[in-house]
């Protein structure tokens, strides 16, 4: 019976490293021997270190000493531990240690290292008029709006990732294209529903302190009004700004925009005066323990300088099956966030007038009117 698992070797992180298994009350390690992506998924998986991106043959990470406990360990890859893959035995092969085996993990939604940036942020286009923000969700794939891409095709425009300061070039940037655009086919751009698109780039990227990718958020999730949240794009910082319900955030906007099921609103429900300029594309994350996880897609911002009006983002737990059958290579890591207690935002009523229900009928009568009035008016 195999006891715990580590991963061990210069270089090695928490979730990169050679694969040391726990046995007969000694550490030893695995031979590479049949070692394939497959049998690094399981490691991934059984050490919460996100899916495999590589399985490294011939002692990548330096070569182990003392025993090596298993060798022609063959995995299906929907294992949760190796105890549940074929193997030849404990102990029973001729390997040397540098056949040892490794695993580079995708642990998504950690910050590795303090950089005073986030280090699934992406600059889209920066030398261009317009530029938006992204998150990186693979090693080869980006999440942001819809709507940046209305104004401007993206393909082979550069994309900056790693960049940790507002001025200035960081030697630690890293530049990619874009090789292929994919939005939603439900993208609205009148009542901006579904502004949501993924950007892939034209080579993998590789992880480091200031490049890694954030989780997001799986269907089911529940986000309730006062949950903290954070956005970015006030310079290079990131902000603290809380969930607003839907009912909430139709009263707040009237009859202005309609909040569809596929929408997510944040911010100060005061009326402060908004200092910061928020690019869509951006994230909207919050925290579960020490886990980001992505929440939404900064959609519209329109006050800038004048009294604060609520975010608006596109839900990304609605989209997860759309995601999951869009990226192609290392799929992205969903998480599932459930908000404590009952959520305030559902006995909600507007201050002096009847409470708007937040509903797809609502949402589709509003939707109506808008339309009435945008060709009733010959616009």
């Given amino acids: 019976m195999i006891g715990p698992i580590r991963l061990a070797g210069p270089g090695s992180t928490r979730c990169s490293g050679r694969v040391e298994v726990h046995h007969s009350n000694r550490w030893g390690t695995v031979c590479d021997y049949n070692w394939d992506l497959n049998d690094a998924q399981v490691v991934c998986r059984q050490i919460n270190c996100g899916s495999a991106l590589q399985a490294p043959r011939s002692a990548h990470f330096g070569a182990g000493t003392g025993q090596i406990w298993l060798s022609g360990v063959s995995c299906s890859g929907s294992e949760n531990s190796l105890t549940e893959c074929q193997h030849s035995g404990f102990g029973s092969n001729r390997c040397e240690h540098g056949q040892d085996a490794a695993v580079i993990c995708s642990a998504c939604g950690r910050i590795v290292k303090n950089t005073g940036s986030l280090p699934w942020r992406v600059i889209i286009d920066p030398s261009g008029e317009f530029w938006c923000e992204g998150s990186l969700i693979t090693n080869q794939w980006v999440l942001t709006a819809a709507s940046c891409i209305s104004h401007d095709k993206l393909s082979n425009k550069e ?12 030697q630690n940037v890293v530049i990619r294209t874009v090789e292929e655009v994919i939005c939603s086919p439900e993208y609205n751009s009148t ?3 579904s502004d949501i698109c993924l950007l ?39 902000v603290t700004i809380p969930i607003v319900g839907g009912n909430e955030c139709q009263c707040h906007y009237k009859h202005d925009k309609v909040i569809t099921e596929n929408m997510i609103c944040a911010g100060p429900r005061a009326g402060r005066q908004d200092s910061c300029w928020w690019k869509r594309g951006a994230p909207i994350m919050i ?8 929440s939404g897609v900064m959609t519209l911002h329109d006050s800038y300088g004048y009294p604060m009006k609520l975010e608006i983002g596109t839900r990304v737990s609605k989209y997860q099956e759309w995601i ?9 890591g969903f998480v599932s966030f ?3 207690a009952t959520d305030s935002d559902l006995k909600f009523t507007c201050s002096g007038e009847n409470l708007v229900h937040f509903t797809p009928f609502t949402s589709l009568c509003f939707l109506a009117v808008l339309l009435h009035a945008y060709f009733g008016c010959g616009i």
């Fill in 338 to 340: 459930t908000s404590p």
């Fill in 200 to 238: 892939k780039l034209s080579a993998p990227v590789y992880f480091t302190d200031y490049i890694q990718p954030i989780c997001l958020a799986s269907k089911n999730s529940t986000f309730h009004s006062g949950i903290s949240s954070w956005v970015t794009g006030c310079g290079f910082d990131y």
């Fill in 287 to 294: 925290k579960k323990g020490s886990i980001w996880v992505q």
């Fill in 191 to 193: 009542t901006y529903n």
């Fill in 159 to 170: 994309v900056h990732l790693g960049q940790h300061i507002q001025s200035g070039f960081s």
């Fill in 324 to 332: 999951r059958n869009t990226v192609t290579g290392t799929p992205p």
